[in-house]
């Protein structure tokens, strides 16, 4: 299948990209400067040039294209570096609904044959609270990894109203795309995973 992929270049595009690629599947990527370019090239698939803002180059790709998938954002702040603590806000005690990359790139591929207008959650099925999350990657900073808690004015103001989202208890299943796919997440452990990084 052709697929048409924007977001190519971060760090979910390539390993779509990769796993598309494994599949046997032809990709071509969106790509907004030479570096991008060179980062889905070296993925494995073909570059397109231009942005979001694209309008007439997102249309001529998408038209060549047997399925879409949108990976692009914008991005916002990074509120530990500063500090040198891993962040978490109010008492960390939300859920978040986690996936493993590799997991991730499996269900892209594997939704693709799904019926057009399909929505799949793209998540493993174990959902940690933020605190938790926090905890295990400053364990794996060493030693002096730390946490920190932040009040979600203090998150607003060091990563943009996206703070309000990572605040949010998240607990949510992977239950359709199991039974519809036949996807199942394969990493079911995140918190040791991140805190052997």
Same mark, same amino acid.
């Given at each position: 299948m052709k697929i048409f992929?924007?977001?190519?270049?971060?760090? %979910? =595009?390539r390993a779509t990209i990769g796993e598309l690629v494994r599949q046997g599947h032809v990709v071509e990527a969106l790509a907004r400067s030479e570096r991008a370019e060179a980062a889905v090239v070296a993925a494995g698939a073909s570059a397109v040039r231009g942005g979001l803002t694209d309008l007439d180059v997102l249309n001529q790709a998408a038209a060549r294209a047997e399925a879409v998938i949108h990976l692009a954002q914008a991005?916002?702040?990074?509120?530990?570096?500063?500090?040198?603590? %891993?962040p978490y806000i109010a008492d960390g005690g939300n859920h978040w609904a986690l996936i493993h990359l590799d997991d991730l790139a499996r269900?892209?591929?594997? $939704?693709?044959? /799904?019926?057009? =207008?399909? #929505?799949?959650? =793209? #998540?493993?099925? #174990?959902n940690p609270t933020a605190k938790e999350v926090a905890e295990a990657c400053a364990h794996a900073a060493g030693p002096a990894g730390k946490t920190v808690s932040l009040s979600l004015a203090e998150?607003?103001?060091? %990563?943009?109203? %996206? $703070?309000? /989202?990572?605040?949010?208890?998240? @607990?949510?299943?992977? $239950?359709?795309? @199991?039974?519809?796919?036949?996807?199942?997440? #394969?990493h079911a452990d995140p918190l040791t995973e991140f805190a052997a990084e």
């Open positions: 992929l924007t977001g190519g270049s971060g760090y %979910i =595009g991005t916002g702040g990074e509120p530990g570096r500063e500090s040198g603590a %891993i269900l892209y591929t594997a $939704a693709l044959p /799904a019926p057009a =207008g399909s #929505v799949y959650l =793209g #998540v493993g099925g #174990v998150a607003r103001e060091r %990563i943009s109203p %996206i $703070a309000d /989202a990572f605040a949010l208890d998240q @607990q949510l299943t992977p $239950a359709k795309a @199991q039974r519809e796919l036949g996807w199942t997440p #394969v």
